[in-house]
């Protein structure tokens, strides 16, 4: 990846990155979750772009993706309980709807760039998804809503929305314009669900490593906010905010102990669930 290419590729090559990180996780004993499709939607391409982001700024970046996916595996399957359309926003390489164990009749409609699309239903051709899957090609930064109504999607039924690894690459007017959108769709009784960095964690030193090094690869991370609940809650939902290092630490994935969210000044990120 090179600064010249345009913002959408960089993130999208993010999302061979987050395979590689997976696989990674994938192939301890003592794994998080299980995800056979990872290395082969991260190939050798994502193994390279592991090495030098470990190298560039240690670990502890892999870290928060392994917590999250593992985090964002038990929320969807216990909203799923009672909601049977699941959306997931910049699904990137994401083989949820291939690996996780969904109740009969559930729908997982993918949103991506084209490419992203292209480049996954090739490297997953031959396996069949664990739900009724629909793939769609837009781009999140136009309005994509049509085209999720035109694919089958129903706003008068509750819907289980994912936005994850998304926000921090927005800047603030598309983050507040991307939830406005998802409560238009929602009906009473969605679930939505978020992770989001920090505002002091954004501007903190132990992250500029990472801050410059995906700035060079052209996907800057731009939004953080350390009061993560009032992007729904101001649209009307009611939101649970948990502190990434809450369920790192639970599951011997965490670098530092958790601090109380009432504690001012920590660099945190955040993991939102939110019920309309």
Request: charged share 25%; hydrophobic share 45%; with cysteine.
């Amino acid at each position: 990846m090179t600064s010249g290419q345009t913002p959408g590729r960089a993130v999208a090559d993010t999302g061979v990155l987050v395979a590689a990180i997976r696989a990674e996780e994938n192939r301890r004993p003592d794994r998080l979750f299980t995800d056979p499709f990872a290395e082969r939607l991260a190939g050798e391409s994502g193994e390279r772009m592991l090495a030098e982001a470990v190298a560039t700024s240690g670990d502890k970046s892999t870290l928060q993706i392994v917590v999250r996916t593992r985090f964002w595996d038990e929320a969807l399957l216990h909203a799923v309980r009672s909601v049977r359309q699941v959306v997931i926003l910049a699904a990137g390489l994401d083989a949820r709807a291939y690996r996780l164990a969904w109740p009969d009749d559930t729908t997982v409609f993918e949103l991506d760039q084209p490419a992203v699309i292209a480049g996954k239903a090739e490297a997953l051709a031959g396996d069949e998804p664990r739900c009724r899957r629909v793939a769609i090609g837009v781009d999140l930064t136009k309005d994509w809503t049509d085209t999720l109504r035109a694919k089958g999607f129903d706003p008068g039924r509750p819907a289980v929305w994912l936005m994850e690894g998304l926000l921090q690459y927005l800047d603030e007017g598309a983050v507040h314009t991307l939830f406005e959108r998802v409560d238009a769709l929602s009906a009473p009784g969605s679930v939505l669900l978020y992770d989001i960095v920090g505002k002091v964690l954004l501007d903190s030193l132990m992250l500029a490593a990472v801050r410059e090094q995906m700035s060079r690869n052209g996907a800057p991370w731009l939004f953080g906010t350390d009061a993560p609940e009032q992007l729904c809650e101001r649209l009307g939902w009611s939101a649970t905010v948990t502190d990434v290092a809450e369920p790192g630490n639970k599951w011997n994935r965490w670098f530092a102990p958790a601090v109380p969210l009432d504690v001012p000044g920590v660099p945190r990120g955040y993991f939102v669930t939110a019920t309309k």
